[in-house]
Nanobody, 121 residues
Framework: QVQLVESGGGLVQPGGSLRLSCEAS????????MGWYRQAPGKQRDLVAT???????NYADSVKGRFIISTNNAMNTVYLRMNSLKFEDTAVYYC???????????????WGQGTQVTVSS
């Protein structure tokens, strides 16, 4: 069983910054990638940023140059530094981890509980 616990969401003014954190724990052999997705009201869950165990990052076009994804050395914690926040960044942000629970298992996707980010004046 794998758990992802998120923190760092909240209310921020336009142009402000916020850092999200997510720590993975449980029965984990390795983590191939971690990332952040977001879901605004009435919309589907969309990719924000991902980072692989090799350090390869991928960002949605809408956040390039503003957001930075990173992990700790053990790659069991992922961060999302969000700068220059805009109204359209308002969403529930979900942490994701692609996890190998044993040496022979396939990869499974696990999700955090979601943390609300609201950008408002």
């Amino acid at each position: 069983q794998v758990q992802l616990v998120e923190s760092g969401g909240g209310l921020v003014q336009p142009g402000g910054s916020l850092r999200l954190s997510c720590e993975a724990s449980g029965s984990i052999f390795s983590i191939a990638a971690m990332g952040w997705y977001r879901q605004a009201p009435g919309k589907q869950r969309d990719l924000v940023a991902t980072i692989t165990s090799d350090g390869i990052t991928n960002y949605a076009d809408s956040v390039k140059g503003r957001f930075i994804i990173s992990t700790n050395n053990a790659m069991n914690t992922v961060y999302l530094r969000m700068n220059s926040l805009k109204f359209e960044d308002t969403a529930v942000y979900y942490c994701n981890a692609r996890v190998k629970v044993t040496i022979t298992s396939r990869l499974y996707d696990y999700w955090g509980q979601g943390t609300q980010v609201t950008v408002s004046s």
